[in-house]
Structure formats: C-alpha cells, structure tokens
C-alpha cells in the first residue's frame, strides 16, 4: 500500500487541486529571508509553487512516486508536501478527502485498465489556473479488467 499512497500524494503535488491557499493576515511585523511583511499584509500563500520549486524537490515536473518512498520501500513524510495548506487554517476536509481519493483510486486501478488512444498526445499538466487548478481537456480509454 505505501507505492499506492505515495502515487496518490505524488499526484497531489503535480496538480495541487487549490493552488493558492487561504489568504492570511500577518499578526506582527515579521522578516523573511530578509524581506519584511508588515503587520496587517496579506499573505496568500502558493500551494502550487511549494510543489513545483526546484530547490524542495528534484526533477519537480517528472511524475516520481518514488520521492515519497524510503529506500524500504515505506512511506515518508515531506515537510513541504502541503496539498491542504499548513498551519491553523489547514482544510478541515483533509482526512475524509484523503480517505476518499485513497478509495477511488484503488477502486479504478482495480477494476480499470486505462489507456491513450491510438496517436493520441498526453495532456498538458500544467492546468488552468482559478480558484481550483482544472486539467485541460483529454481523451483517454478505460477498460473493464
């Protein structure tokens, strides 16, 4: 089971469904990396730039459920790997949603075989950006095992 957690976390990365999180307000002046956020900015923190720097995760635009696996082949926990947001104002649905894509996706890799049609190209991943990141239109086949 950990290889079919970290597929689903490692897809979770790539197409963070909220790219950008809850606004917040700073509480006080504070400096970061040699920035200063005065007290009262609003800070909207970019779930979806935390998932694609360079600097956090190798190869970041390579689809790698591996990054998430120890050399035993077990789970780990990346800090940066923040799908829900972080913090206090972490969504409230997190654990149904993961309890939920764990079950429908095991539930179609069981019972489906997916497939590209014949001379068909693979979707973009880069997704439209709104309120949600939507995934650009494609077509693909799924088959009854």
């Not at 969504?91 to 179609?108: H, I, P, R, S, T």
Request: with cysteine; hydrophobic share 45%.
């Amino acid at each position: 089971m950990p290889f079919t957690e970290a597929t689903i976390m490692e897809v979770q990365r790539m197409t963070v469904v909220v790219p950008l999180s809850v606004p917040r307000m700073a509480s006080a002046t504070a400096v970061l990396r040699g920035y200063t956020i005065p007290k009262g900015s609003v800070i909207v923190p970019n779930l979806w730039s935390v998932h694609r720097d360079p600097n956090i995760w190798e190869r970041p635009d390579d689809f790698q459920p591996t990054r998430f696996l120890d050399e035993n082949g077990q789970l780990i926990k990346r800090e940066m790997f923040i799908p829900f947001g972080i913090g206090k104002r972490v969504c409230m649905g997190e654990q149904l949603a993961k309890m939920e894509l764990f079950l429908m996706f095991v539930n179609l890799m069981q019972n489906f075989t997916f497939l590209y049609p014949e001379n068909a190209t693979k979707p973009a991943m880069e997704g439209r950006f709104g309120l949600t990141l939507a995934p650009f239109p494609f077509n693909i086949i799924a088959l009854k095992r």
